[in-house]
């Protein structure tokens, strides 16, 4: 579950102030925050995964306030209970891909397990790639991995920042296919953060910002 | 997959520079380890070698010669003192003992030392096989000696003039017999050979003055036949010939003879270190040197040298550190996405911090490790390249505890290296560098 409440934000004490509306996404569901840039929309998914804090108001994810929690246990909890997905993939150059999501493990404070790995991967049928490097995945296989790494230490929220927006029509249905499956799969509750129409048409709960 | 892992697989992908950084402090830190254990070997070696002397009184001459000559077997000596006047000084009150020493002759390169057996008790040093030297032209052979010449009880060898092995000035008439081995004692006297005043004597039929020009190869020294080795000077009782089975000295000096190259002193109060030095300059033809005091002239004349190959080695290590923090500094720049990413996934501000400081400790003390061996690598090359490295009391397997702050001082050159960046890691604004597309 994702709640908004009484949300105020501002970036430093001489500009101006966002306030976002209430908002609520039940558990397990998926919905898409839409907003043309400069409506605060990447604002809000930070200040939703904690890495912003408001100046005002609640937000809880599944039952805690994560503006209640101390940096320590912010970081802790990103790890452990969230999954982001950027319009980037973003893997780790230096390493393979098995080792961006053993990282992801080791980073959430979580047992490093190889099985939930090779399962991961076999859902979005990348087990083959596991030992390649990242710089030597094709651009749809490190979109993959992405999502793999997101959903690796079963989220309660899956937050994507524009996932489609650089794709054709057909990788965009397929990338947003993804996501869902995943969602579903590990229970999550999906939050599409995205200027891109076309993501509207594949999940009715919707949240416009407006330009502010 | 942990940090080590972590930072490691940075680290592996950019070889070169990493090389580059590594290879600079391994060499800064190989010269400070080579100087460091060749002082320290080369200080105790000197020490050890000089314990129990007090002063050593040789000809006029300089006193640093006449240290490195008689203690440490390495310069040519001054000259000759007139056993006569050295019987004179030590019955010095002041003297508690005196050695005397005689120099001269060599067998491939190994120096043929006159003395008695409180030579022996000086450095405690015991006969390992054989027996000690009991008749003139008698030898014990110190261990080194036996090992690389091969000598052993039983066998006879001709010296050489000089102490240098030149094959020329052989005294071929004059056979000396090995009678005994020392054991290893770890000083000076594994690389002599050992025997009587009287043998030495014998060797050089009492020629004066040819002991102040040992060093010259085209010295000319007089065969004479055997019936002249009575001389006038006559050591013996008797006045016989000199024979093999002559009666030599054991303990102090010898009642007659003729000249000797020096005498070790030891005091028997605290004033003599004093007094003595003055009395013999100023008062006798012969000269005397303290070995505290030489050697630390000694060491504050290689001393600038040292210093400078010293600065010379810190401005590497110091280059290094620079080096090491541009390479960090510069690889941030293009990482801080992936640092933002790391703290998306739970990684805390501290975390990437300790990231940052273990990519730079990892490099210095590979850097380090390897300059430690690198520097050991060299003393054993040394070591093997130069004859008699025991002289030099050089060992290459021999680590000291300098070298644990060569190490600790290494890593704190990291840490200082890559302290900046990791601050800048720490403070990564996560949701402004993910903000940026």
Same mark, same amino acid.
């Given at each position: 579950m994702i709640q908004l409440q009484n949300i105020s934000f501002r970036y430093s004490s001489d500009s101006d102030s966002f306030q976002f509306p209430d908002w609520s996404v039940p558990s397990s569901e998926h919905a898409v925050l839409l907003g043309a840039s400069g409506s605060g929309k990447t604002t809000l998914l930070h200040l939703l995964a904690g890495l912003l804090r408001p100046t005002n108001g609640q937000i809880i994810i599944g039952d805690q306030?994560?503006?209640?929690?101390k940096s320590n246990a912010l970081d802790r909890f990103r790890g452990r209970k969230l999954g982001l997905v950027f319009q980037?993939?973003?893997?780790?150059?230096?390493?393979t891909l098995e080792q961006n999501l053993l990282l992801a493990q080791y980073l959430a404070g979580l047992k490093q397990d190889r099985k939930v790995i090779r399962e991961t991967l076999d859902s979005l049928s990348l087990k083959h790639r596991a030992k390649a490097r990242v710089t030597t995945l094709s651009q749809g296989e490190a979109q993959r991995a992405a999502i793999a790494r997101a959903v690796l230490n079963n989220p309660t929220v899956i937050l994507a920042d524009?996932?489609?927006?650089?794709?054709d029509d057909e990788n965009c249905n397929r990338v947003l296919e993804l996501l869902q499956n995943q969602a579903r799969r590990h229970q999550a509750t999906l939050l599409i953060v995205t200027h891109d129409q076309r993501v509207k048409e594949h999940i009715p709960h919707q949240l416009t910002l407006a330009k502010a | 997959m942990n940090l080590l892992k972590l930072s490691g697989s940075y680290i592996k992908t950019k070889p070169l520079n990493t090389l580059l950084n590594i290879v600079l402090l391994a060499l800064g830190i190989a010269i400070i380890t080579v100087l460091l254990l060749a002082s320290k070997q080369v200080e105790k070696s000197l020490t050890q070698n000089s314990r129990g002397i007090d002063l050593v009184v040789g000809a006029k001459g300089s006193p640093l010669q006449i240290i490195l000559s008689s203690i440490f077997h390495i310069d040519y000596p001054t000259g000759n003192i007139p056993l006569s006047e050295a019987k004179q000084l030590s #019955?010095? #009150?002041?003297?508690k003992n005196t050695i005397p020493l005689s120099l001269g002759d060599s067998y491939q390169g190994y120096r043929i030392v006159g003395t008695n057996y409180e030579y022996l008790d000086l450095y405690q040093v015991e006969v390992s096989e054989g027996t000690r030297w009991?008749?003139?032209m008698e030898v014990a052979l110190g261990a080194a000696v036996a090992q690389q010449s091969g000598l052993s009880v039983g066998d006879t060898f001709a010296s050489s003039h000089g102490f240098i092995d030149d094959g020329l000035n052989v005294h071929d008439d004059q056979q000396f017999t090995v009678v005994g081995l020392l054991a290893p004692t770890q000083n000076v006297v594994d690389n002599l050979i050992l025997t009587s005043l009287e043998s030495v004597w014998q060797v050089h039929d009492h020629d004066t003055g040819t002991d102040t020009t040992h060093a010259e190869a085209n010295h000319e020294h007089d065969h004479k036949d055997e019936d002249d080795h009575d001389h006038e000077n006559g050591h013996e009782a008797g006045g016989n010939p000199h024979e093999h089975d002559e009666t030599i000295t054991?303990?102090?000096?010898?009642d007659e003879g003729d000249e000797i190259t020096s005498l070790l002193v030891q005091f028997r109060s605290p004033m003599a270190a004093v007094q003595l030095p003055r009395y013999i300059n100023e008062r006798t033809n012969m000269q005397a040197a303290s070995p505290p005091f030489e050697t630390a002239r000694l060491f504050s004349l290689i001393g600038v040298g040292v210093d400078l190959l010293q600065g010379f080695a810190y401005v590497i290590v110091i280059i290094a550190a620079l080096s090491i923090f541009l390479a960090l500094y510069n690889s941030l720049k293009a990482r801080r996405y992936d640092l933002a990413i790391m703290r998306s996934l739970g990684a805390s501000p501290p975390l990437l911090f300790t990231h940052v400081i273990l990519e730079g400790l990892i490099i210095t003390l590979t850097g380090c490790i390897l300059g430690i061996l690198l520097g050991h690598g060299v003393i054993f090359i040394a070591t093997q390249l130069y004859a008699r490295p025991g002289q030099l009391g050089l060992a290459a397997g021999q680590f000291i505890t300098e070298e644990l702050w060569v190490l600790i001082g290494s890593l704190v050159v990291g840490l200082v290296a890559s302290l900046i960046p990791a601050v800048q890691a720490y403070r990564t604004n996560i949701s402004q560098v993910l903000a940026e597309r």
């Amino acid at each position: 579950m994702i709640q908004l409440q009484n949300i105020s934000f501002r970036y430093s004490s001489d500009s101006d102030s966002f306030q976002f509306p209430d908002w609520s996404v039940p558990s397990s569901e998926h919905a898409v925050l839409l907003g043309a840039s400069g409506s605060g929309k990447t604002t809000l998914l930070h200040l939703l995964a904690g890495l912003l804090r408001p100046t005002n108001g609640q937000i809880i994810i599944g039952d805690q306030d994560i503006t209640q929690l101390k940096s320590n246990a912010l970081d802790r909890f990103r790890g452990r209970k969230l999954g982001l997905v950027f319009q980037q993939p973003h893997l780790l150059a230096s390493l393979t891909l098995e080792q961006n999501l053993l990282l992801a493990q080791y980073l959430a404070g979580l047992k490093q397990d190889r099985k939930v790995i090779r399962e991961t991967l076999d859902s979005l049928s990348l087990k083959h790639r596991a030992k390649a490097r990242v710089t030597t995945l094709s651009q749809g296989e490190a979109q993959r991995a992405a999502i793999a790494r997101a959903v690796l230490n079963n989220p309660t929220v899956i937050l994507a920042d524009e996932p489609t927006s650089s794709l054709d029509d057909e990788n965009c249905n397929r990338v947003l296919e993804l996501l869902q499956n995943q969602a579903r799969r590990h229970q999550a509750t999906l939050l599409i953060v995205t200027h891109d129409q076309r993501v509207k048409e594949h999940i009715p709960h919707q949240l416009t910002l407006a330009k502010a | 997959m942990n940090l080590l892992k972590l930072s490691g697989s940075y680290i592996k992908t950019k070889p070169l520079n990493t090389l580059l950084n590594i290879v600079l402090l391994a060499l800064g830190i190989a010269i400070i380890t080579v100087l460091l254990l060749a002082s320290k070997q080369v200080e105790k070696s000197l020490t050890q070698n000089s314990r129990g002397i007090d002063l050593v009184v040789g000809a006029k001459g300089s006193p640093l010669q006449i240290i490195l000559s008689s203690i440490f077997h390495i310069d040519y000596p001054t000259g000759n003192i007139p056993l006569s006047e050295a019987k004179q000084l030590s #019955r010095n #009150r002041l003297i508690k003992n005196t050695i005397p020493l005689s120099l001269g002759d060599s067998y491939q390169g190994y120096r043929i030392v006159g003395t008695n057996y409180e030579y022996l008790d000086l450095y405690q040093v015991e006969v390992s096989e054989g027996t000690r030297w009991e008749k003139s032209m008698e030898v014990a052979l110190g261990a080194a000696v036996a090992q690389q010449s091969g000598l052993s009880v039983g066998d006879t060898f001709a010296s050489s003039h000089g102490f240098i092995d030149d094959g020329l000035n052989v005294h071929d008439d004059q056979q000396f017999t090995v009678v005994g081995l020392l054991a290893p004692t770890q000083n000076v006297v594994d690389n002599l050979i050992l025997t009587s005043l009287e043998s030495v004597w014998q060797v050089h039929d009492h020629d004066t003055g040819t002991d102040t020009t040992h060093a010259e190869a085209n010295h000319e020294h007089d065969h004479k036949d055997e019936d002249d080795h009575d001389h006038e000077n006559g050591h013996e009782a008797g006045g016989n010939p000199h024979e093999h089975d002559e009666t030599i000295t054991e303990e102090g000096l010898p009642d007659e003879g003729d000249e000797i190259t020096s005498l070790l002193v030891q005091f028997r109060s605290p004033m003599a270190a004093v007094q003595l030095p003055r009395y013999i300059n100023e008062r006798t033809n012969m000269q005397a040197a303290s070995p505290p005091f030489e050697t630390a002239r000694l060491f504050s004349l290689i001393g600038v040298g040292v210093d400078l190959l010293q600065g010379f080695a810190y401005v590497i290590v110091i280059i290094a550190a620079l080096s090491i923090f541009l390479a960090l500094y510069n690889s941030l720049k293009a990482r801080r996405y992936d640092l933002a990413i790391m703290r998306s996934l739970g990684a805390s501000p501290p975390l990437l911090f300790t990231h940052v400081i273990l990519e730079g400790l990892i490099i210095t003390l590979t850097g380090c490790i390897l300059g430690i061996l690198l520097g050991h690598g060299v003393i054993f090359i040394a070591t093997q390249l130069y004859a008699r490295p025991g002289q030099l009391g050089l060992a290459a397997g021999q680590f000291i505890t300098e070298e644990l702050w060569v190490l600790i001082g290494s890593l704190v050159v990291g840490l200082v290296a890559s302290l900046i960046p990791a601050v800048q890691a720490y403070r990564t604004n996560i949701s402004q560098v993910l903000a940026e597309r």
